[in-house]
């Protein structure tokens, strides 16, 4: 059936570090894929999506590309900050006609000086 | 973007019984849709709030334990039923227009004592 694989936390990085969090899912089709970033103590917020491949999501410095091959959506930033540190979760729409989304398991992330 | 306000932020309830979460989004939305983030874990899609009939439940929940109503487009309710300590989660609703991205309101933490 359809599913999503994230890479597990917590992840750890210094300022200014490079970051990747994968992402991978099983689907038939090709659904949109969206990453989510939920801050300490504040709601969900989208942070990029991609809805046909190749296409590349990015916002804040972060980018993510549109994998049918691999069916793969990794996050990535060439230079993370303090701010950033948060749990991000990779949300593909497998259902509901590409309007319902699967979780993944969540990747928390702490950037520190 | 979608503006979603969902109320009460949180509550402590005793257990044995029922809170009535609410959810109010603006009139772009079409679809909404209940999810439990249980702590320190991803989310979980309740179930999908249907305008003017019965919400669809995903598996493992019902509607015995989690009623849902959504008698217009822009509102729902998600009622907690009879509750436990294992009930203590945070409680989402979601909303998206067609075939795009969803937004989330602010949540309802929600602790059972």
């Known amino acids: 059936g359809n599913s999503v694989t994230q890479m597990e936390g917590p992840v750890t990085l210094s300022e200014e570090a490079f970051l990747t969090i994968n992402c991978t899912y099983t689907?038939?089709?090709?659904?949109?894929l969206f990453w989510y970033v939920q801050y300490p103590g504040e709601g969900l917020q989208l942070l990029l999506k991609a809805t046909k491949a190749d296409d590349k999501g990015s916002n804040k410095g972060f980018e993510a590309t549109y994998r049918k091959e691999t069916t793969s959506f990794h996050l990535e930033k060439g230079s993370v900050q303090v701010s950033d540190s948060a749990v991000y979760f990779c949300?593909?729409?497998?259902?509901?006609?590409?309007?319902?989304?699967?979780f993944g398991t969540g990747t928390q992330l702490k950037v520190e000086l | 973007s979608a503006v979603i306000s969902q109320k009460p932020s949180r509550d402590i309830c005793q257990r044995g019984t029922s809170l009535t979460i609410q959810c109010q989004v603006d009139?772009?939305?079409?679809?909404m849709f209940w999810y439990r983030q249980q702590p320190g874990q991803s989310l979980t899609l309740i179930a999908t709030?249907?305008?003017?009939?019965?919400?669809?439940?995903e598996s493992g929940f019902v509607i015995d334990k989690f009623p849902i109503s959504r008698p217009n487009l822009t509102f729902s309710t998600l009622t907690v039923s009879n509750m436990s300590p294992e009930d203590s989660s945070i409680y989402l609703c979601?909303?998206?227009?067609?075939?795009?991205?969803?937004?989330f309101g602010q949540g309802t933490r929600l602790t059972v004592v």
């Open positions: 949300a593909p729409a497998l259902g509901g006609g590409g309007n319902k989304l699967t």
């Open positions: 009139s772009q939305v079409t679809m």
């Open positions: 709030a249907n305008q003017g009939s019965e919400a669809t439940y």
């Open positions: 979601s909303g998206n227009r067609a075939n795009t991205e969803a937004f």
């Open positions: 689907a038939t089709g090709y659904p949109s």
